[in-house]
């Protein structure tokens, strides 16, 4: 067979190395080359593998040791849930007739609240405010630093100012719960509705001046859509709940410790009562359910929002968050 020449004229026989497709030879000369480089330079598969039980090596960081991008770990999977802030706890949103400061839940009657929306735990306290429970309640909360939101009746707080003005001073938020808890408000017309939540919403203005009233409780948990829609005509979300003791019925501060400890999830919003009756056992309750909550969730309150910016200057004053 004859052979082909060189550019220097040496006779090269074809006998000795066969003919191999070009797109073959560059093929073999690649993956040789880059198992000689993964021999030199990379660990092989029997180096990396770990015994069973033990962790994986923490990469090496230092110069001699670099570390590709792709192992290094995300950084979201980093922040523990406690360490990250209180979304809902910490937002000031803007409110106002027609503005409720949170989103419609699907999960709840018409539309309204039964969880938070974030990983919080709401605890809600109805009926109030009352002479003999609303003090204890309050105590109990300042001891443990815990905030809440307060679910007041109107006539309640034309005869309790004074109890309202301490729930606000202490940073708790306040919520209308209708004029005189009319479970059957469901049935009335809108216009009626609409007077029966001003008047309280008035009232509780009336008694602690510049609080903002953001959210309403329909007594007994008996929603319809016109009293949905009506609250967030007023600038109100509608709060629900997801874990109710019926501590109203009053079944024991045990029976309500078990059932609040035992669903609470994150996202909550925890019923309870300060108001409308005798309510020793929620008070006796929350001398225990508060330190157990706090350990495992974040408690909050929910924002009672601000105004809207003003489009003026000469429109003073100010309050927080209006720029």
């Known amino acids: 067979m004859p052979g082909f020449r060189t550019k220097r004229g040496a006779q090269v026989a074809i006998r000795r190395f066969p003919i191999l497709p070009a797109v073959g030879v560059l093929a073999l000369s690649i993956v040789l080359s880059g198992y000689a480089l993964g021999r030199v330079g990379g660990p092989t598969a029997s180096a990396t593998k770990q015994a069973p039980g033990r962790p994986s090596p923490a990469p090496d960081t230092t110069l001699g040791g670099a570390v590709a991008p792709a192992a290094a770990a995300p950084a979201a999977a980093k922040v523990p849930s406690r360490q990250k802030p209180a979304l809902l706890a910490n937002a000031a949103p803007i409110t106002g007739p027609g503005h409720p400061p949170l989103k419609p839940d699907r999960r709840g009657p018409f539309g309204s609240r039964r969880t938070t929306g974030t990983g919080e735990v709401a605890l809600t ?13 309050l105590a109990l909360l300042r ?12 006539q309640n707080v034309v005869a309790f100012p004074n109890l309202v003005r301490e729930i606000y001073r202490e940073g708790h938020t306040l919520c209308n719960h209708s004029w005189d808890h009319d479970i059957g408000l469901a049935f009335h017309t809108a216009a009626y509705i609409r007077a029966n939540l001003q008047r309280t919403s008035d009232a509780i203005q009336w008694a602690a001046p510049g609080s903002r009233v953001s959210y309403y409780r329909q007594p007994g948990g008996r929603w319809s859509r016109t009293i949905v829609a009506v609250a967030a005509a007023l600038g109100m979300s509608s709060l629900h709940w997801e874990v109710d003791p019926q501590d109203w ?24 009562h300060d108001g409308g009756g005798v309510r020793r056992g929620t008070v006796t309750a929350l001398g225990s359910i508060l330190p157990n909550l706090t350990r495992r969730f974040r408690l909050c309150a929910f924002p009672p929002g601000v105004d809207a910016p003003r489009a003026f200057v000469d429109q003073l004053p100010l309050r927080p968050g209006e720029l």
């Open 143 to 154: 001891r443990y630093h815990v905030h809440a939101t307060f679910c007041l009746i109107g």
């Open 249 to 272: 019925r009053r079944p024991g501060a045990g029976r309500i410790i078990s059932t609040v400890t035992s669903w609470s999830r994150p996202g909550a919003i925890v019923l309870l």
């Open 125 to 137: 306290f109805d009926d109030g405010p009352d002479p003999s429970y609303t003090p204890q309640v």
